[in-house]
C-alpha cells in the first residue's frame, strides 16, 4: 500500500494516511487497488490468481522457484525478497510448504501484514502459522478454496477464518473475489473443507473403486448410468436414509461387502473403499 488512502465521492476525493493495521472490512473496499500483493507458489493455483489479481489491477509480485511468474507480476528471487513490501501476502504452495514460506518470509514481513494461507493444510497446522506469525505482528488468515482454482482464478469461492478475516475478505470482494466469512481462529475454515473432502473425495474414491471393478467385469455404463440416477435424487432425507440404514442395517450389509470385497479381488481390483466399508460395518454390528 502506498501509505495514503483515497476515497471518491462524486466529484472529490479525500486523503488521509493509512496503514495496513489501520484498514478495515468497512474501508478496505475502497483502497483495495493500493494493497501491494505477494504470491508464494506461482503453480496451476497460485499462478491463475496471480494473473486475474493483475487484470483486476492490483500491485502483485510473486515466487516460485520452479515456475515463472505470469506477465504483469514482479519477479522476486526469494519468499522474503517478495514479502518485504507487501501488505498481504498469499501462500499458495502446498501443506508440505506452508510452515517453511512462513519461516522463510518472517523476518521480512513488515507489521500489519496480512499472511493468507490457501494451502490445504491441517488445522493445528493453521493454528501453528498463527501463533508463529503473532510474534511479528502479522495476522494469519486461514483461507479455504472451495472449489477447484482453474477455470475460476481470484473468483473461487472461498471460506476464511482468523483474526483479520473480514479485512482479507474486505480486499477479495473489491477486486472479484467470492469469500465467505467463518466465525472463528485460524484453523476453523480449513477444518470446515476437511470434513467436506471426507464425504466427497470418499466418493469419488468410492466412484473410481466400483467403475474399476465394473469395467472389469463388462458392465461399466450400465453402472455409470446407475451412479449417476443415485446421486441426482440425492436431497437431505437421503443423508437420514444413508445413516440410518448404515446403523439400523450394519449386520446384514457388514456381509454384502465382505462379498463385495472377494469380488473385486477376484476382478483384479484392489477394494480399498470396500474393505473400508466392510470394517465399518462390521464395528457398528458389534456395537450392537
Known amino acids: 500500500m502506498t501509505g495514503v488512502r483515497m476515497t471518491a465521492t462524486h466529484d472529490t476525493a479525500t486523503h488521509e494516511a493509512v496503514t495496513p493495521d489501520t484498514v478495515t472490512a468497512d474501508t478496505v473496499t475502497h483502497d483495495a487497488r493500493q494493497w501491494t ?15 486475474d489479481l493483475v487484470g483486476g489491477g492490483a500491485d502483485v509480485r510473486g515466487f516460485d522457484p520452479a515456475v515463472s ?3 504483469g507480476v514482479v519477479v522476486r528471487v526469494s519468499d522474503a525478497d517478495a514479502v518485504r513490501d507487501a501488505d498481504l501476502v498469499l501462500s499458495v504452495n502446498s501443506s508440505h510448504d506452508a510452515m517453511p514460506a512462513l519461516e522463510a518470509s518472517l523476518a521480512a514481513l513488515r507489521p500489519g501484514t496480512i499472511w493468507a494461507d490457501l494451502n490445504t493444510a491441517a488445522p493445528d497446522l493453521k493454528a501453528s502459522l498463527a501463533s508463529m506469525a503473532a510474534g511479528r505482528d502479522v495476522a494469519v488468515v486461514d483461507v479455504a478454496l472451495m472449489s477447484p482454482v482453474p477455470g475460476k482464478g481470484l473468483r473461487t469461492p472461498m471460506l476464511v477464518s482468523g483474526e483479520r478475516a473480514a479485512d482479507f475478505a474486505g480486499v477479495w470482494t473489491a477486486l472479484g473475489g467470492s469469500v465467505t466469512v467463518q466465525d472463528g481462529p485460524a484453523g476453523a475454515a480449513i477444518g470446515r473443507k476437511l470434513l467436506r473432502s471426507v ?23 450400465w453402472l455409470r448410468g446407475n451412479i449417476s440416477g443415485e446421486l441426482a435424487g440425492f436431497d437431505e432425507r437421503t443423508i437420514d436414509r ?3 440404514g448404515t446403523h439400523q442395517h450394519a449386520r446384514r450389509r457388514a456381509d454384502e461387502m465382505a462379498a463385495a470385497t472377494e469380488q473385486l479381488r477376484s476382478l483384479g481390483v484392489e ?3 470396500a474393505a473400508a466399508a466392510r470394517d465399518l460395518l462390521i464395528e457398528l454390528r458389534e456395537a450392537q
Open 37 to 51: 500483493i505477494a504470491v508464494l507458489g506461482l503453480g496451476e493455483a497460485g499462478g491463475e490468481i496471480a494473473r
Open 69 to 71: 511468474p505470469p506477465n
Open 199 to 221: 464425504f466427497y473425495k470418499g466418493l469419488a474414491a468410492a466412484v473410481v473403486e466400483a467403475l474399476a471393478a465394473a469395467e472389469a467385469a463388462g458392465c461399466v455404463d
Open 242 to 244: 444413508l445413516v440410518n
Open 271 to 273: 477394494p480399498r473403499i
